[in-house]
T-cell receptor, first 112, second 115 residues
Framework: QKEVEQNSGPLSVPEGAIASLNCTYSDRGSQSFFWYRQYSGKSPELIMSIYSNGDKEDGRFTAQLNKASQYVSLLIRDSQPSDSATYLCAVNTPAGYQKVTFGTGTKLQVIP | GAGVSQTPSNKVTEKGKYVELRCDPISGHTALYWYRQSLGQGPEFLIYFQGTGAADDSGLPNDRFFAVRPEGSVSTLKIQRTERGDSAVYLC?????????????FGPGTRLTVL
């Protein structure tokens, strides 16, 4: 079982719709969870971090964490073509808490 | 100030050669990380520095890979006897961490191609 799993996509949504990106992780002791956006040919850019169960909102982005289900998600409201990118989920590993493991990413395509 | 910087942006070398990749973190950030990213994959952890010391080097694939951070700021990733399988984008990240897990900010990366 991979430590951090994401559907590779592509996930296609029409402009203005809600995009829902999902991630599961294997280590129950993980405490920190991150979403990064990566445009083609560029480096990852931090969008959201979440540490507690529940929702965290920042503009059009909402991160959701459910530690019991070992599940973290990212919702993008009013999706724009400029949101088209690969979204990486990252989770810290408790044994070495500074070590962050990334998923393979979900490619999002927002169709105008 | 400026974000994380990495040099060179591109490096082409021949199999068997030695390469050095440099990372300059955000000023004041004590934690520095190296990752390697292959096409279609997420970044793969290599090594983490807290200050001058390597706190976790469990991701280094073998003893051809070595990294230093002698003054607690700039770091150099060194790869000896390069192999074609070392071709990837090498990413550096830093965080202001003072002991707990924290947000990491990435540099633009160095694309290494081993011919």
């Amino acid at each position: 079982q991979k430590e951090v799993e994401q559907n590779s996509g592509p996930l296609s949504v029409p402009e203005g719709a809600i995009a829902s990106l999902n991630c599961t992780y294997s280590d129950r002791g993980s405490q920190s969870f991150f979403w990064y956006r990566q445009y083609s040919g560029k480096s990852p850019e931090l969008i959201m971090s979440i540490y507690s169960n529940g929702d965290k909102e920042d503009g059009r982005f909402t991160a959701q964490l459910n530690k019991a289900s070992q599940y973290v998600s990212l919702l993008i409201r009013d999706s724009q073509p400029s949101d088209s990118a690969t979204y990486l989920c990252a989770v810290n590993t408790p044994a070495g808490y500074q070590k962050v493991t990334f998923g393979t990413g979900t490619k999002l395509q927002v169709i105008p | 100030g400026a974000g994380v910087s990495q040099t060179p942006s591109n490096k082409v070398t021949e199999k068997g050669k030695y390469v050095e990749l440099r990372c300059d973190p955000i000023s004041g950030h004590t934690a520095l990380y190296w990752y390697r990213q292959s096409l279609g994959q997420g970044p793969e952890f290599l090594i983490y520095f807290q200050g001058t010391g390597a706190a976790d080097d469990s991701g280094l694939p073998n003893d051809r890979f070595f990294a230093v951070r002698p003054e607690g700021s700039v770091s150099t990733l060194k790869i000896q006897r390069t192999e074609r399988g070392d071709s990837a984008v090498y990413l550096c990240a830093s965080s202001p961490d003072s002991g707990g897990s924290d947000e990491q900010f990435f540099g633009p990366g160095t694309r290494l191609t081993v011919l």
